[in-house]
T-cell receptor, first 116, second 112 residues
């Protein structure tokens, strides 16, 4: 499976600011996904990012709050805008399994965000 | 009703025993099913995928799928303390554009 990295691994931010999280893959992938995992909770899909098209957002998530870029087949960014303490969470990117299984997903190490 | 349901646990088993983790889902036309393991402070790791009714074995892990009952399970044989983690069930509904819906996870504790 692909090797996935995320930057930063963790950050502490003040409310009202924005943070951009980067996700880098060591091979080309068709689909990249962004998830949120709040403390003690399971994973919730924020959006799906395909290269060359606008990201598709899930119910409850909007582009103004979580703008996403997907400039090429190995990289994506998620920005958490105008942060509030409720945005404190782990943010995870995942990628599809490629020819071996497009519907399998493999996760990056995550970004732990704390908003004060 | 939640789309993917799991007992939160903790499920406590002695070392060497079989751990049985269960998951039910509400969308009858779901096509693909996955088990992820998540250690505390780490990201989820895919350990099993299953697409057809029946059993699928990989080492000490066996996934079981029963689409008629909308039920998928994971058996871990010869459980080890290193298996202690949260196990997440994920389901891909048909025509979902590869979206995964995750259950809340079952915490497994293997006692030495």
């Amino acid at each position: 499976s692909a090797v996935i990295s995320q930057k930063p691994s963790r950050d502490i931010c003040q409310r009202g600011t924005s943070l951009t999280i980067q996700c880098q893959v060591d091979s080309q992938v068709t689909m990249m996904f962004w998830y949120r995992q709040q403390p003690g909770q399971s994973l919730t899909l924020i959006a799906t990012a395909n290269q060359g098209s606008e990201a598709t957002y899930e119910s409850g998530f909007v582009i103004d709050k979580f703008p996403i870029s997907r400039p090429n087949l190995t990289f994506s960014t998620l920005t958490v805008s105008n942060m509030s303490p409720e945005d404190s969470s782990i943010y995870l990117c995942s990628v599809d399994g490629g020819a071996g299984g497009l519907d399998e997903q493999y996760f990056g190490p995550g970004t732990r965000l704390t908003v004060t | 009703q939640k789309e993917v349901e799991q007992n939160s646990g903790p499920l406590s088993v002695p070392e060497g025993a079989i751990a049985s983790l269960n998951c039910t889902y509400s969308d009858r036309v779901s096509q693909s099913f996955f088990w992820y393991r998540q250690y505390s402070g780490k990201s989820p790791e895919l350990i099993m995928s299953i697409y057809s009714n029946g059993d699928k074995e990989d080492g000490r892990f066996t996934a079981q799928l029963n689409k008629a009952s909308q039920y998928v399970s994971l058996l871990i044989r010869d459980s080890q303390p290193s298996d202690s983690a949260t196990y997440l069930c994920a389901v891909a509904p048909k025509d979902s554009s590869y979206k995964l819906i995750f259950g809340s996870g079952t915490r497994l504790l293997v006692r030495p």
